[in-house]
């Protein structure tokens, strides 16, 4: 099951010609305020085909006969919390995924010839979710005082387990982030872009996990050489994808914060051109977060990392 909105989007997305009420695609509004930043295929995949999108159709998101029928259902049983987020401990359900997967390792190990155990595939069930322009996102209500009319847009019953996903996910976004954390969650592309120029400038370089083949099972990788640090330090953005009706993303951005570009190659042959994220202080965090448990530290004790999955999104200041 996952949230089907393509026949939504494709009803929206309308090319209009000589029609002053059209929205220009976000490929021009990341040109005229990235100019020096080339979009990454990992963004590009992200943005729907269609060019333009008349004003007046934006607001037959509110029509919900588009949804009746099996139009908007979720896969996850129940509500899970991204890993990489530090306020929150380890569940149940975290603790006994694949206990021999490494998801957080130390810095100290970022080099040649490190092994490590290792899956890559999509990290959220709603995959086929495309960025919506930021005219249409910004007319959709997206904060808790508002969730009965955001569950009647999408016709998603109360009390149901997509609901409850609707309902974490605003309150995930909601959330105070932790000292020295500056976050938001973007519903568009235009509001990633200008969160990333107001937090580092527009001297930025933009990555994400590049996979040659996904799997669905883990299997031994090797750290080749050539891993290199991305950008300045204290100058990162990492934007998690959250599960939700249409593409959202949790940005933030916080303090002792490195990236590295890291190569790597599974036992099968299987390349991956990896983004690690290298955390440097972990003070802050929830004593009983993922990374405490799996790596047996405490808080604030030594650099912890992780790899950011293929549908996350890495900013770095150049």
Request: glycine content about 6%.
């Amino acid at each position: 099951m996952e949230f089907h909105l393509l026949h939504l989007i494709t009803f929206l997305m309308l090319v209009l010609v000589g029609t002053n009420d059209a929205i220009l695609p976000p490929q021009l509004y990341w040109k005229s305020m990235l100019p020096n930043t080339p979009m990454p295929k990992s963004i590009t995949n992200l943005l729907h085909p269609g060019q333009y999108l008349t004003l007046k159709s934006k607001f037959d998101l509110g029509v919900s006969k588009r949804y009746k029928g099996g139009g908007t259902d979720v896969n996850a049983g129940k509500f899970i919390i991204l890993p990489f987020l530090y306020l929150y401990p380890a569940s149940e359900t975290q603790l006994n995924y694949k206990p021999n997967v490494t998801l957080f390792f130390l810095e100290k190990d970022l080099h040649h010839g490190t092994k490590l155990n290792l899956q890559f595939s999509k990290t959220t069930s709603n995959n086929e979710a495309k960025f919506l322009p930021r005219e249409v996102a910004n007319s959709i209500p997206f904060s808790s005082n508002k969730l009965e009319n955001i569950l009647n847009k999408f016709s998603i019953k109360k009390g149901s387990k997509e609901a409850e996903i609707v309902k974490n996910t605003i309150s995930e976004c909601e959330e105070k982030g932790i000292k020295g954390e500056e976050k938001l969650c973007v519903t568009s592309l235009e509001s990633m872009v200008d969160f990333t120029i107001l937090k580092l400038g527009k001297n930025v370089e933009v990555v994400s996990t590049e996979v040659k083949k996904e799997s669905s099972e883990s299997q031994e990788y090797v750290i080749e050489k050539g891993v290199k640090k991305l950008g300045d330090k204290n100058k990162t953005i990492v934007c998690h994808k959250e599960n939700y009706p249409y593409l959202v993303f949790y940005c933030h951005k916080t303090d002792a914060t490195k990236a590295y570009s890291v190569p790597l190659e599974g036992i099968d042959g299987n390349r991956v051109k990896a983004v690690a994220v290298c955390h440097t202080d972990t003070s802050q965090w929830n004593p009983k977060h993922l990374a405490f448990q799996v790596l047996k530290f405490e808080p604030g004790t030594v650099p912890v990392c992780h790899f950011v999955p293929q549908d996350h999104v890495v900013w770095v200041s150049k």
